[in-house]
């Protein structure tokens, strides 16, 4: 049985799981340590902030994905919009140099510290510059007195305020032999799980370091312009004169030089544009939709797939998925965008929603691993086991095989996955085409995730498709 990097630093065996869909989609939220410390902590705080990404990345270990963890810190304690960014931000750090603070405290620690206690170190050591990602966000000794803080203000932690202490303050004296030490261990130096590292050497012998490094980096905020409401070139002077530099990177795409908050994007509210990654944004051309075409997208949620296709053309357009919830945000998308779909909940792998009718264009976003997107949610290399892959393949399987059905002769179907797992993608392909005697016509194939002036992009794979006259 595989292993789960812990925040706790202390081994123990994975507990039994199944496929995890998508990063939403992990069991209820049942709080791994006490979210409300109400302590007199004020809200505008490191101290405060350290203690609420700490509690988040227990959730994580519990298995609950970050963004479900950071809702449940939210809304359990007195953070004030300025506080939940603090809070993200220090998690999310936390979460790309999990690997490299586990192999520090256990480096420095005698024995094993409690939970929250080992996920308060683990929130703390990436802002005070144990990675070479720039120059650390506080002042080292600031990080140290907030930590110190922090652990004071909750009952599981404050009899170890000591200790935290102790072992920030020898980090920061021994810095350099202790990184040197702990980047020996494959997991410290590239901050993922041991097998996760295996797999990708396996996978891609010549590529495999800069995939890692990629997936350690902060993501960009990348736009797609709705060409139905003006050009991209008008949109860039809208940037320009909002202050805000930007470059295109593809034929719809702009990515802002430096991520700003929704609300402040120019015209998202009326809907000129949507936050959506340049690799997402080939899905739609793909299909080569025409006005009048019925069109499903198969795992719809959030969107920004259905809404492309609807930006391009006219059609028919039905978005299903499988969870409720996330289907809501879909009409959301599309009511800001000023489009329309019907809107279906079910499984994809299921006849149960469908009219009987059949579709000129299938976009089939299947259930993956999610390995190609780790720079946006870095909490889902944590998450994952090395079996998983094969399980969501074996459902992704089902589910392709079941929409072919109910493609229309001569019309075409798009495999996307957000994987980079041969399984999960070209053997996935291959496989569905001998089963269906597929025709496969030209698409991009495996994406590999690539950071750079042109291209910025997570990884993703595409197989286009048609089915026999």
Request: aromatic share 6%; charged share 20%.
């Amino acid at each position: 049985m595989s292993k789960r990097p812990t925040l706790s630093l202390k081994p123990k065996a994975a507990p039994a799981a199944g496929p995890k869909l998508r990063a939403s989609h992990h069991r209820d939220l049942k709080p791994a340590v006490q979210t409300r410390f109400k302590t007199g902590l004020k809200p505008d705080s490191l101290a405060f902030a350290l203690l609420g990404a700490a509690t988040a990345a227990l959730h994580v270990e519990g298995g609950i994905a970050l963004p479900q963890a950071l809702a449940a810190v939210f809304a359990d304690t007195e953070a004030t919009p300025q506080a939940r960014g603090a809070i993200q931000d220090v998690a999310y750090r936390a979460m790309r140099q999990l690997g490299r603070s586990q192999a520090l405290v256990a480096l420095m620690a005698p024995k094993a510290p409690e939970p929250l206690v080992g996920a308060l170190l683990a929130c703390a050591l990436p802002l005070m510059g144990s990675a070479d990602d720039g120059p650390p966000p506080y002042e080292a000794f600031t990080v140290v007195d907030q930590a110190v803080t922090a652990a004071a203000a909750h009952p599981d932690t404050i009899r170890a305020k000591g200790m935290v202490n102790a072992l920030l303050r020898r980090f920061l004296r021994e810095r350099e032999e202790l990184l040197k030490t702990a980047l020996l261990q494959p997991a410290a130096r590239w901050n993922y799980p041991q097998w996760w590292i295996d797999s990708m050497k396996t996978a891609y012998p010549a590529q495999w370091q800069d995939i890692l490094a990629t997936g350690n980096s902060a993501p960009p905020l990348t736009l797609r312009v709705n060409t139905r409401k003006g050009t991209v070139e008008d949109y860039l002077k809208l940037l320009e004169g909002a202050g805000m530099a930007a470059a295109r990177i593809g034929p719809s795409a702009v990515r802002l030089a430096k991520p700003v908050g929704v609300h402040l994007i120019p015209g998202f509210a009326e809907g000129l544009a949507s936050v959506q990654d340049a690799g997402a944004q080939l899905a739609a051309p793909l299909l080569d939709v025409r006005d009048g075409m019925r069109v499903l997208d198969a795992c719809a949620a959030p969107g920004g797939k259905t809404g492309h296709v609807l930006e391009l053309a006219n059609v028919d357009m039905t978005a299903m998925d499988a969870d409720e919830k996330r289907l809501q945000r879909v009409g959301e998308n599309l009511d800001r965008l000023g489009l329309r779909a019907a809107l279906h909940a079910g499984q994809a792998q299921e006849n149960g929603w469908w009219d009987g009718r059949p579709f000129d264009r299938i976009l089939a976003d299947v259930p993956c691993t999610a390995s190609g997107i780790v720079r946006r949610h870095p909490d889902i290399r944590w998450l994952r086991r090395k079996g998983d892959a094969l399980q969501l393949a074996t459902l992704s399987g089902k589910i392709l095989d079941n929409l072919w059905h109910m493609l229309k002769p001569n019309g075409k179907l798009l495999f996307v996955t957000c994987s980079l797992w041969p399984q999960e993608s070209e053997a996935q392909a291959a496989a569905f085409a001998v089963r269906n005697r597929a025709t496969r016509l030209d698409a991009p194939g495996q994406l590999l995730p690539a950071g750079g002036n042109e291209q910025d992009h997570d990884g993703l794979y595409y197989a286009l498709f048609q089915k026999p006259a």
